[in-house]
């Protein structure tokens, strides 16, 4: 059982923030899926997907939704193979695991997928690829390449981001180089996690899995956060993330 969220990106909006719009709950081994709009679908500038355009009704059907299933990856594209080299991934892996791992991203649109993570031996672990690495100086991308699978990266709190106020900076542990940010529809449930503190590097760390030379800046640096899962939360459980209601 996973239970997904479409993250959609209001690009009308001067701030161009990220937030949930839709829920699906996929258990493929019962061929049971269901598909719900969230209170994010709320948002004016959102239009609600083909053929599912009523916002308070809960869609199932017996297969993938195919929102899902027309952003995998099959094994065919000429690129499949790079994907996994850049996720760490093997060739058996499960695709919707894989659309995971990238974001569920089109060239097309302006949507991300993400899974509500659950707690992993007492730990909240979320894999994810460093956003924002184009916008750096030169001397951050230049210190990017000399980062290997195994080094530690560092957090910090980007308060005075006009863009975003939950905004999280991943720096170098070497030099104090921002090299970009964490994910910005992902920094809500960091920030819940580690809370006000001035120190958040002492409850969490930053790993890197994988540096991909061969990789456009998106999928260049791909990471694994983690902290202790708390015992009263709950990912995802943000007021944007209910189920859609008049």
């Given at each position: 059982m996973k239970t997904l969220y479409i993250i959609w990106q209001d690009t009308k909006s001067k701030n161009r923030m990220w937030q949930p719009v839709a829920r699906a709950d996929i258990n493929s081994d019962k061929e049971e899926y269901t598909f719900q709009y969230t209170k994010g679908a709320k948002n004016p500038n959102f239009s609600p997907f083909p053929r599912m355009l009523n916002r308070s009704?809960?869609?199932?059907?017996?297969?993938?939704?195919?929102?899902?299933?027309?952003?995998?990856?099959?094994?065919?594209r000429p690129e499949f193979n790079q994907f996994l080299d850049w996720t760490g991934s093997n060739q058996d892996v499960d695709p919707l695991d894989l659309?995971?791992?990238l974001g569920g991203s089109k060239a097309t649109d302006n949507y991300r997928v993400i899974m509500q993570p659950v707690p992993q031996a007492g730990k909240y672990i979320q894999d994810f690829f460093v956003s924002?690495?184009?916008?750096?100086?030169?001397?951050?991308?230049?210190?990017?390449?000399?980062?290997?699978?195994?080094?530690?990266?560092?957090?910090?709190?980007?308060?005075?981001?006009?863009?975003?106020?939950?905004?999280?900076?991943?720096?170098?542990?070497?030099?104090?180089?921002?090299?970009?940010?964490?994910?910005?529809?992902?920094?809500?449930?960091?920030?819940?996690?580690?809370?006000?503190?001035?120190?958040?590097?002492?409850?969490?760390?930053?790993?890197?899995?994988?540096?991909?030379?061969?990789?456009?800046?998106?999928?260049?640096?791909?990471?694994?956060?983690?902290?202790?899962w708390l015992n009263d939360f709950q990912a995802c459980s943000g007021e944007l993330y209910q189920p859609y209601s008049e």
């Open positions: 009704e809960k869609f199932t059907s017996p297969r993938l939704f195919p929102f899902f299933k027309n952003r995998m990856f099959p094994k065919n659309l995971i791992l924002g690495i184009q916008y750096i100086d030169e001397e951050a991308k230049e210190h990017i390449s000399t980062i290997k699978q195994g080094d530690k990266l560092l957090i910090k709190y980007d308060n005075e981001n006009s863009s975003d106020k939950n905004a999280v900076m991943l720096i170098s542990t070497e030099n104090g180089l921002k090299l970009g940010y964490y994910p910005a529809y992902l920094n809500y449930d960091l920030r819940r996690l580690l809370g006000k503190t001035t120190t958040p590097n002492e409850h969490c760390k930053v790993t890197v899995l994988k540096n991909n030379s061969d990789a456009p800046t998106q999928y260049r640096l791909f990471c694994r956060f983690e902290t202790k």
